[in-house]
């Protein structure tokens, strides 16, 4: 059962635009919504976190949106540059257990 | 620190063969993952220990698949007899307590590549 849903799975978007990736949760347990960053070679990298007390977050360009009554959260990446060129993990937990349950991914190209 | 350390960073070999990967956690760090990643099915926990002891082993896909933990700073991971479709990225990546103020950020390894011929 996938407890993470994300969208879409590639992405294109030109430079200076906003990339948007979209998750969805069904256990309504989780607490804690991470997303990683992963470049090609390397294993994936905590980018920016939320907790659902909290409706947005951000981190520089990096914003998360968070609605708890749809269980769905979003990553934007404003002003999206060619270095963002990455595959991007939402993720979910709840306090207490170490498992994190991980989406798809999204394969995201920022074009010149 | 020089983060997660895992070995081999490639490896091909036959079917049938006998695999074993190798992990590094970061030091301090009390819990230890296992992920295998495909283009098919993204990110897939295999195994997680905590203070060395396995938490759960839910992820492993068949008997072929076995982990261990020995002590706080390695962990293997074996595949025995060896298939095509085990073919993946296997990572590994280690935690710190809650006390570590950053709840269930995980750090990974740089992953090992193995391809079965």
């Known amino acids: 059962q996938q407890q993470v849903k994300q969208s879409p799975q590639s992405l294109i978007v030109q430079k200076g635009g906003i990339s948007i990736i979209n998750c969805a949760y069904e256990?309504?347990?989780?607490?804690?919504f991470p997303w990683y960053q992963q470049f090609p070679g390397k294993g994936p990298a905590l980018l920016i976190a939320i907790r659902p007390d909290v409706s947005e977050k951000k981190e520089g360009r990096f914003t998360i949106s968070f609605n708890k009554s749809a269980k769905q959260f979003s990553l934007h990446i404003m002003d999206s540059q060619p270095g963002d060129s990455a595959t991007y993990f939402c993720a979910a937990s709840w306090r207490g257990y170490q498992k994190v349950t991980f989406g798809i991914g999204t394969k995201l190209q920022v074009i010149p | 620190d020089a983060g997660v350390i895992q070995s081999p960073r490639h490896e091909v070999t036959e079917m049938g063969q006998e695999v074993t990967l190798r992990c590094k956690p970061i030091?301090?760090?009390?819990?230890l993952f296992w992920y295998r990643q495909t283009m098919m099915r993204g990110l897939e926990l295999l195994i997680y220990f905590n203070n060395n002891v396995p938490i759960d082993d839910s992820g492993m896909p068949e008997d072929r698949f076995s982990a261990k933990m020995p002590n706080a700073s390695f962990s293997t991971l074996k595949i025995q007899p060896s298939e095509p479709r085990d073919s993946a990225v296997y990572f590994c990546?280690?935690?710190?307590?809650?006390?570590?103020?950053?709840?269930?950020?995980?750090?990974f390894g740089p992953g090992t590549r193995l391809t079965v011929l």
């Open positions: 256990n309504t347990a989780f607490d804690y």
């Open positions: 990546a280690s935690r710190a307590d809650h006390s570590s103020g950053k709840q269930n950020e995980q750090f």
């Open positions: 030091s301090g760090h009390n819990s």
